[in-house]
């Protein structure tokens, strides 16, 4: 199993003077230290179960294109894009541009966006949920398209695009991998049968995560996808340098189940010293599940 770290917490003692520093030498750590991927958030404001507005937060893709010219190895994605923040042409060539400048280590991490509160306070219109899906998939389809041999016209019912030219293109032929991310599932695991490299399901007990993979299993056989061919990712709430065994025993149940990769936060204040002692002592023995 692979180790992902999200960071999507900036508010570390200090992080008046210390925010930039941190982060970078976050980034460096988990890039030396064999994590697989390294997430920031797609919010303008921090969320309110982390404190909500008054707290520090980065705008995401800025944020990856510096992490882009500091590290060396490990991909890089938002966990995830909010599909309402920007035009999905655009969207394409700003995941591209990330992608070429990081030498193909670029994710494109994508959902349906929730946040009402920083939509509302920051002026961006928040369409209903069935809406939002909708612009979902059509922002998948022009994606797709943008990173394929069409650089034709598209025509949805939201977003009607002249010309899809995406020139330098990714650097894979298939384009920047696709991560969806939720559980939702006559959605959200559709779209992820017809469009994902990925899933990235919420960390919930092994029982429900089995009952979502089965449902992610029907929508694949149903749109004629090879099941197998997805990774399937979680992100988890566990401290595993606090509590390595019970983290690494829990792990395996998830890895049985076909979970690659599990995502966490670092628990500390020190986001630094945490990645190097997870890397340390915990990655190795996570690496054998």
């Known amino acids: 199993m692979q180790l992902g770290v999200h ?15 941190r982060l970078t030498e976050t980034a460096r750590v988990a890039d030396q230290g064999g994590v697989s991927l390294f997430t920031v958030m ?5 969320m309110e179960q982390l404190g909500g507005p008054p707290e520090p937060m980065l705008e995401g893709y800025t944020t990856l ?3 882009a010219a500091v590290t060396e190895r490990i991909r890089l994605s938002l966990l995830v894009t909010g599909v309402t923040y920007r035009h999905p042409g655009l969207l394409a060539k700003t995941v591209t ?28 219109p928040f369409p209903s949920t069935g809406e939002r899906f909708e612009r979902l998939e059509e922002t998948l389809q022009i994606c797709r398209q943008m990173w394929g041999d069409d650089d034709g016209a ?10 899809t030219v995406c020139v330098p293109p990714p650097v894979r032929p298939s384009g920047v991998p696709v991560l969806i991310g939720g559980s939702g599932e006559r959605k ?51 401290d595993p340098a606090g509590e390595t065994d019970d983290f690494l025993a829990a792990m395996e149940e998830y890895a049985a189940l076909g979970i690659s990769l599990v995502t966490m936060v670092p628990a500390a204040d020190d986001p630094v010293a945490w990645t190097s002692e997870v890397c340390e002592r915990v990655l190795p023995r996570l690496a054998e599940l």
């Open 7 to 21: 960071y999507a917490n900036f508010s570390h003692p200090d992080w008046e003077h210390r925010l930039e520093d």
């Open 42 to 46: 797609d919010h303008w404001f921090q």
């Open 65 to 67: 294109g510096y992490l």
């Open 97 to 124: 541009t990330l992608d070429r400048l990081s030498r193909g280590r670029a994710v494109l991490g994508i959902g349906a966006a929730w946040y009402q509160r920083e939509h509302d306070g920051l002026g961006v």
């Open 154 to 163: 598209y025509d949805g019912t939201h977003y009607r695009l002249a010309e």
């Open 188 to 238: 959200t695991l559709r779209l992820v049968a017809r469009y994902a490299d990925a899933c990235n399901l919420f960390g919930e007990p092994p029982e429900v995560v089995r009952h979502k993979l089965d449902v992610l299993r029907r929508h694949c056989d149903d749109a004629g996808r090879d099941y197998d061919a997805i990774e399937k990712t979680m992100v988890a709430t566990a």
